[in-house]
């Protein structure tokens, strides 16, 4: 039968080819063992020495892709599984190129979830011819060459290699590169084939650039395994000729080594030299391209790119949308930044057709606002409207990153967190422990729970069961998990035992690329205070130490380096009636931000618990003088009961509402015993203060926390997941919570001073009814 279908049209041009493959039979086997010795026997020549047994294994294990229940896959499905094949083809492309098309629409599932890391990335190279100049297209081919043909090509190596010109070989690898597919397993594992590799190295350094960048040609034609050694010595001539080629020329060996999949971080550096001196006559495509090659080789001196950077503004009218995304790709895959300026003008284009915007360059858009912080509102608006039609059609890698874009720029859209809460569920088992730790990371962060919260917590909490051995390979993904699920308020008892383990507290600090010991204390710190039940293991002592003492000398770093902090601690200093009356402190260590703390006695007066505001010098002031009073046991005792009917020896004095101390100048010591009694009760503050009164359990204790925009969702008064975490927790340990609100306090820095204590005594003294 025939169908009209296009789809079924291809499948039925596909069935014929596919009955041919290799792959399909259980020659695979065979072939890839044939390879693999191949490859071995060329590393043994090239090294001089002989290859360990786990080289061979490895490249066993590299080559030996399709295994016996992939090809019994293959040989029952019949017709259909070419149709599948074609689809998931046809589906990355639609949901690259055409998104809104009715066929992109009809994806299903596991298409939607294949993603060519090779080949997706590569889009951009089909929008303009003069891409081909300097790219790899694996389309082009020399004229096909019948197997015959390649058998006597291998019979003159063999026969004529003593006598063979560098022409010859390059000619050679050219047209043996057009067997068709399936013969190449067979030719890589032939020692015919093995022996011209070893001419072209012998003879490597008689070839030119356009012969050795033909070979390369044939390397990733053939599917040359990348780890062979032979290619470093390519890659090592190819340095020496990087002064003689042209632009298109090095961009079209970058592009064919990132093909092969061979690192070359040595031509890359000297490229990039070369670069630096001829950055300008670099044209729109060449740009793009660069950039592109930079991003996946993963390496770029920052000179460069902000050269680069101002190319890009002088094309910046030419770039398309595509090419837009590959920019934000390459320079976020990188670590380069972008200009705040370059960034608005990016958002600016996006939106002015965002409709016709692919979600894959949407999503390397969003990487790289997320990367600069860069909060451009529109964007993010048009982005909020197309974004939950976009999200079931996406893999759940875009997803994630939509996701975690969202909670890196504190931008909360219900539309888009329920989209995504609703489309994960059914489709969980194909996140990776990274996509698993980021949702919740950026739900808990943005303090947002969907519709279907029980829903989408399980299936996430039930994935990260089932991945707990790529959990242990990558052990700060599971400690992102928990950290988002506490944010939430889900606290998965078991996972949480596991994770505080001394074994995989070990682990995660041997494996781990990041320091993990602040999420380890903030977690166990978490756990004591919101799992009174919890019964299972936590982090030993010195951890907690080390924890705080991180997380405090960073908070007080940071603290100490706003004025607008300074001035609101000097202020309730003055209003309260000393440094004794605020301690600065981490009232909650592990939740890494700090505090003042005022406490206020039944009265709702001010009490002097911040024993050690007053400095070591001013205590010694601070002792007790004699003035002719004959120091007797009743008076010993009345003094140390704070039960003193005298007046105290020290006049008070006060200025501007604080009470510094001074002593008469006649006064006399006393003994150092008195002296070291009124130590250990605490400094005598005011006139009016005993020690007693120090001793006074407070009624209030109050958290004054001066807030920053950060701290809450874009353009809201929400706090995000971190921060109202610690006010529950404050709020549990029955502390009161007083905010001094950046959109309250820093206008009122321009005011009268009386205006702003006016302002701090009614937050404190308000709070504490």
């Known amino acids: 039968m025939i169908s009209t279908d296009t789809r079924m049209a291809a499948i039925l041009q596909l069935l014929k080819p596919i009955r041919y493959w290799t792959f399909c039979s259980p020659f695979t086997y065979s072939a890839t063992q044939s390879m693999a010795w191949w490859n071995m026997r060329s590393y043994i020549w090239h090294k001089g020495q002989d290859s360990p047994e786990n080289s061979l294994c490895c490249l066993a294990r590299k080559v030996n892709i399709c295994n016996t229940s992939a090809s019994w896959r293959l040989l029952t499905t019949g017709s259909t599984l070419p149709g599948l094949e074609f689809s998931r083809a046809s589906a990355s492309k639609a949901s690259t190129l055409n998104l809104h098309s009715p066929r992109a629409m009809k994806i299903d599932e596991e298409d939607i979830e294949t993603f060519d890391s090779l080949e997706d990335p590569r889009v951009f190279l089909q929008l303009r011819p003069e891409y081909q100049l300097h ?9 096909p060459l019948s197997v015959s043909e390649g058998e006597l090509i291998l019979h003159k190596v063999t026969v004529y290699q003593d006598n063979l010109q560098p022409q010859i070989i390059v000619d050679y690898f050219c047209k043996l590169s057009s067997l068709p597919a399936e013969q190449h397993p067979v030719l890589l594992s032939s020692t015919s084939f093995a022996l011209l590799c070893q001419l072209s190295v012998k003879n490597i350094h008689l070839f030119d650039a356009p012969d050795l960048i033909n070979i390369l040609k044939a390397f990733v034609s053939l599917g040359i395994p990348h780890s062979h050694s032979m290619l470093d010595v390519f890659e090592t001539h190819f340095c020496h000729k990087v002064w003689e080629m042209s632009l298109d020329q090095l961009l079209l060996v970058a592009d064919l080594w990132r093909y092969l999949g061979h690192r070359v971080p040595r031509f890359l550096k000297i490229f990039f030299s070369y670069l630096n001196l001829h950055w300008k006559d670099l044209s729109l495509s060449q740009l793009i391209h660069l ?21 890009i503004l002088k094309y910046i009218d030419l770039i398309n949308l595509e090419e837009i995304g590959t920019i934000c790709l390459g320079f976020f895959k ?17 939106c002015a057709d965002m409709q016709h915007l692919s979600s894959y360059a949407l999503v390397n858009i969003l990487k790289m606002f997320r990367f600069t912080h860069v909060d451009h509102v529109n ?11 976009r999200i079931p059609s996406l893999g759940v890698q875009g997803v994630m990153h939509l996701t975690l874009a969202c909670s890196a720029l504190r931008f909360l859209d219900e539309r888009v967190m329920n989209a995504v809460a609703a489309s994960l569920p059914p489709r969980v088992a194909y996140c990776r422990s990274k996509d698993v730790a980021k949702i919740l990371w ?8 969907p519709p279907n919260a029980e829903e989408f917590y399980s299936s996430l909490i039930n994935e990260i069961h089932r991945k707990m051995l790529e959990f242990n390979r990558y052990p700060e993904h599971l400690l992102t998990c928990l950290l988002g699920l506490a944010f939430s308020e889900y606290f998965p008892v078991e996972l949480i035992d596991f994770a505080l383990s001394p074994g995989f507290v070990r682990l995660a600090q041997e494996r781990s690329k990041f320091e993990v010991t602040k999420e380890l204390y903030t977690l166990d710190g978490t756990v004591g205070i919101e799992c009174p039940d919890y019964r299972g293991n936590r982090l030993s002592s ?3 130490q080390e924890g ?21 601690l000097f202020l309730l200093e003055t209003m309260l009636g000393g440094p004794q009356y605020v301690k600065h402190h981490m009232i909650l260590p592990h939740t890494r931000s700090s505090d003042l703390e005022v406490q206020l006695d039944v009265n709702m007066k001010p009490l002097p618990f911040n024993r050690e505001a007053i400095p070591i010098e001013d205590v010694a002031k601070l002792r007790l003088k004699h003035v002719g009073v004959s120091l007797t046991d009743d008076l010993m005792n009345q003094l140390l009961k704070g039960k003193s009917k005298g007046h105290s020896q020290g006049e008070i004095e006060s200025d501007s509402g604080q009470q510094p101390l001074k002593l008469e100048e006649t006064a006399k010591p006393v003994g150092s015993s008195l002296c070291n009694k009124v130590d250990r009760l605490g400094a005598i503050e005011t006139a009016d203060l005993s020690p007693a009164t120090c001793l006074q359990a407070p009624q209030v204790k109050l958290a004054i926390q001066l807030t920053n925009r950060n701290q809450y969702c874009y353009g809201s008064r929400d706090l995000l997941g971190l921060h109202n975490m610690k006010r529950r927790q404050l709020n549990q340990l029955g502390y009161r919570v007083v905010e001094l609100s950046h959109w309250e306090w820093l206008p009122l820095l321009k005011r009268t001073r009386l205006e702003k204590l006016a302002f701090l005594h009614e937050k404190v003294f308000t709070s504490a009814l």
């Open 135 to 143: 790219s790899y297209n694996r389309s082009e081919t020399c004229q």
């Open 291 to 311: 950039i592109y090659i930079i991003g996946e080789s993963r390496q770029a001196p920052q000179d460069l790119m902000q050269k680069l950077e101002s190319l």
């Open 334 to 350: 990188s670590s380069s930044s972008l200009s705040e300026f370059v960034m608005r003008k990016f958002g600016d284009l996006a």
């Open 379 to 389: 964007f993010m608006k048009q982005f909020g409207q197309i974004a939950p039609q």
């Open 442 to 449: 950026s739900f808990g962060t943005l303090n947002y729970k």
């Open 542 to 544: 010195q951890l907690q």
């Open 548 to 568: 705080s003492e991180m997380l405090w000398n960073l908070a007080r770093k940071d603290m100490n380096s706003k004025p607008e902090f300074l001035e609101a």
